[in-house]
């Protein structure tokens, strides 16, 4: 358990460093050239960008193998969220990687990941702040739903840039004889994207009702 609790500090610990160097560079970025800086925000940092999200991965065998008690099916739907609109949809579109909305995504991304972890490494230590437990479940409620609005925006924009160039569209050989057509495939994940949003968020307010009402009753018993 000692080993373990000392492993999920230490991915929580890295995962706080990369989503704080990412949230301070933005907003430095942005107090010193203005929206001149918002073009080339994926190239300064989408190389940690990437990575942070690779490394979420991680949290779904977290949750298989039994050491984060966090549900499933809702973490697994956000982290392939995140997956596919970085991977699929930004990193292979360059055209969009310039777009304000990808900017507004990161900023949303890693304000709410920087939150998150600085709960989840002081709940590691069995240490919980009550306005930090706030803010982590009730931050998430408001966010979240903004940020899936920011991903459908950007999968919109980048139909375009799908459509002409033809990118992940392919014509299966004999004796399939089927093309898929991949902004198809987009509009149709656009609708998925909307479902999962009303289930995340509905588990979201669960989670931040019974947190706060534990957190509640140690405030009172201590």
Same mark, same amino acid.
């Given at each position: 358990?000692?080993?373990?609790?000392?492993?999920?500090?230490?991915?929580? &610990?890295?995962?706080?460093?990369? !989503?704080?160097?990412?949230?301070?560079?933005?907003?430095? /970025?942005?107090?010193?050239?203005?929206?001149?800086? %918002?073009?080339?925000? +994926?190239?300064?940092?989408?190389?940690? $960008? /990437? &990575?942070?999200?690779?490394?979420?991965? &991680?949290?779904?065998? !977290?949750?298989?193998?039994?050491?984060? #008690?966090? /549900?499933?099916?809702?973490?697994?739907?956000? %982290?392939?969220?995140?997956? %596919?609109?970085?991977?699929?949809?930004?990193?292979?579109?360059?055209?969009?990687?310039? =777009?304000?909305?990808?900017?507004?995504?990161?900023?949303?991304?890693?304000?709410?990941?920087?939150?998150?972890?600085?709960?989840? $490494?002081?709940?590691?230590?069995?240490?919980?702040?009550?306005?930090?437990?706030?803010?982590?479940?009730?931050?998430?409620?408001?966010?979240?739903?903004?940020?899936?609005?920011?991903?459908?925006?950007?999968?919109?924009?980048?139909?375009?840039?799908?459509? @002409?160039?033809?990118?992940?569209?392919?014509?299966?050989? +004999?004796?399939?004889?089927?093309?898929?057509? +991949?902004?198809?495939?987009? =509009? $149709?994940?656009?609708?998925?994207? +909307? %479902?999962?949003?009303?289930? *995340?968020? !509905?588990?979201? *307010? @669960?989670? /931040?009702?019974? !947190?706060?009402?534990?957190?509640?009753? #140690?405030? #009172?018993? @201590?």
């Amino acid at each position: 358990s000692f080993t373990m609790n000392t492993y999920l500090f230490m991915y929580d &610990l890295m995962q706080f460093c990369g !989503h704080s160097w990412i949230f301070t560079n933005m907003i430095i /970025r942005f107090m010193s050239f203005g929206k001149d800086s %918002i073009a080339d925000t +994926f190239y300064s940092i989408g190389l940690v $960008m /990437r &990575l942070c999200q690779l490394l979420s991965i &991680l949290e779904i065998l !977290h949750i298989l193998i039994g050491i984060d #008690k966090s /549900r499933l099916i809702p973490r697994c739907l956000q %982290i392939t969220e995140r997956v %596919i609109v970085l991977f699929v949809v930004i990193n292979s579109q360059e055209e969009v990687q310039g =777009k304000y909305v990808v900017c507004l995504l990161f900023f949303l991304w890693n304000l709410l990941d920087v939150v998150r972890y600085t709960y989840n $490494m002081l709940a590691r230590m069995e240490i919980y702040y009550l306005p930090l437990t706030w803010l982590n479940f009730s931050l998430c409620i408001l966010l979240y739903p903004l940020s899936v609005l920011a991903k459908a925006f950007a999968i919109f924009v980048s139909l375009p840039y799908f459509e @002409s160039f033809g990118t992940y569209s392919i014509k299966l050989p +004999f004796p399939f004889a089927i093309s898929i057509y +991949f902004p198809y495939v987009l =509009k $149709m994940y656009l609708l998925v994207l +909307f %479902i999962g949003m009303c289930c *995340i968020t !509905h588990t979201l *307010i @669960s989670e /931040r009702n019974a !947190h706060l009402r534990r957190g509640n009753i #140690k405030k #009172k018993r @201590s």
